[in-house]
């Protein structure tokens, strides 16, 4: 079975710059996630969908930061414009149900200059 | 909302001895606590979790124990070997249906 894809694996940007992230989800799990994981810290999560619909982005940075997940599978996360604080491995995960394992993928591995 | 407190944050232990690490929550809702283990560079994978149901699970070498009333749960690891040296990461969800909140981690290293 094929897990959680996530690119691109690494990103160098200079601050104000824009930059975007994928995940595929494990076919069949209608819940994603993005989750912040800076160093030294646990993961932080920004946005759960159920399906193609926002359950929960009470910690998105709204004015820098969108994801959308169109039909229900792939999301892409965005940020725009870039902070220093940025610098963060941005998780995405999928689960079969809500308090269920989460599947991580390999995580996207940004650093803001 | 949810507060995870994890501790320690770092602990070392020699190969063969036992680890133990306690969370707190502070969501009398919450009713389902996993363990994570992150090894470096790589993605946190699920390790052992417990329903507020039980107290007690085990799988071989790793034991999870849950005390509902105090709002706490610990991860236990006997017989520690080298390859255990990760970060371990525990979690609720606030509410009971809601994305789990995690502990900031605790760095497990297992000297030879």
């Known amino acids: 079975e094929a897990g959680v894809a996530q690119s691109p694996r690494y990103k160098i940007i200079e601050k104000r710059q824009s930059v975007a992230f994928w995940c595929n989800p494990i076919?069949?799990?209608?819940?994603l996630y993005w989750y912040q994981q800076i160093l030294g810290q646990g993961p932080k999560l920004l946005i759960q969908?159920?399906?193609?619909?926002?359950?929960?982005d009470s910690q998105l940075p709204k004015d820098r930061f969108s994801a959308e997940r169109l039909k229900g599978v792939d999301s892409t996360l965005k940020i725009q414009p870039a902070k220093l604080e940025d610098s963060a491995v941005y998780l995405c995960?999928?689960?079969?149900?809500?308090?269920?394992?989460?599947?991580f993928g390999e995580g996207s591995r940004l650093t803001v200059l | 909302g949810e507060n995870v407190e994890q501790h320690p944050s770092t602990l070392s232990v020699q190969e063969g001895d036992s680890a133990v690490i306690k969370c707190t929550y502070s969501?009398?809702?919450?009713?389902?606590f996993p363990w994570y283990k992150q090894e470096l560079g790589k993605r946190p994978q699920l390790i052992i979790d417990?329903?507020?149901?039980?107290g007690e699970k085990k799988d071989q070498r790793i034991a999870v124990t849950l005390n509902k009333t105090a709002k706490h749960f610990s991860l236990h690891i006997t017989e520690t070997q080298p390859e255990d040296s990760a970060v371990y990461f525990c979690?609720?969800?606030?509410?009971?249906?809601?994305?789990?909140?995690f502990g900031k981690g605790t760095r497990l290293s297992v000297i030879a």
């Open positions: 995960a999928s689960s079969l149900v809500i308090t269920g394992e989460l599947f």
């Open positions: 076919s069949g799990h209608a819940t």
């Open positions: 969908f159920q399906n193609n619909g926002v359950v929960d």
């Open positions: 969501d009398s809702a919450s009713n389902y």
């Open positions: 417990i329903r507020s149901n039980v």
């Open positions: 979690a609720a969800p606030p509410g009971g249906n809601t994305p789990l909140v």
